[in-house]
């Protein structure tokens, strides 16, 4: 088995909720979350650092919420929105540090990526 694994992407309606999920056995310094909408530029939107601090994109602050439980990280979505349509990949690196540990560092700087799960919202 190769990780992360993702799962627990849907089609939802707009202001709907859902969690994905990605297993990832091993230990990380810097995990998160990227996606690729449709014709868009992967971006980041949310890490979580070797201390437990989460960092989020301006557009889904307050409405995502990321999170680990042992070998599984987590993204809460609530309050979707047709724009947060695309393919989220789970990201881990472990030479990130602290303070680069951030959605809005360049993706070429995470070194392990899942397949992705895709998600759609619906307006």
């Known amino acids: 088995q190769s990780y992360p694994v993702e799962s627990g992407g849907d089609s939802v309606q707009a202001g709907g909720s859902l969690k994905i999920s990605c297993v990832e056995p091993?230990?990380?310094?810097?995990m998160g979350w990227f996606r690729q909408g449709p014709g868009k530029v992967r971006e980041g939107v949310a890490t979580?650092?070797?201390?437990?601090v989460p960092a989020y994109a301006e557009s889904v602050k307050d409405r995502f919420t990321i999170s680990r439980d042992k070998d599984t990280l987590y993204l809460q979505m609530n309050d979707l929105k047709p724009e947060d349509s695309g393919t989220y990949y789970c990201?881990?690196?472990?030479?990130?540090?602290?303070?680069?540990?951030?959605?809005?560092?360049?993706?070429?700087?995470?070194?392990?990526w899942g397949q992705g799960t895709q998600v759609t919202v619906s307006s």
């Open positions: 990201v881990a690196d472990n030479y990130l540090t602290t303070s680069r540990c951030k959605p809005g560092t360049d993706a070429s700087k995470f070194d392990n």
């Open positions: 091993s230990h990380w310094f810097c």
């Open positions: 979580l650092n070797v201390d437990g």
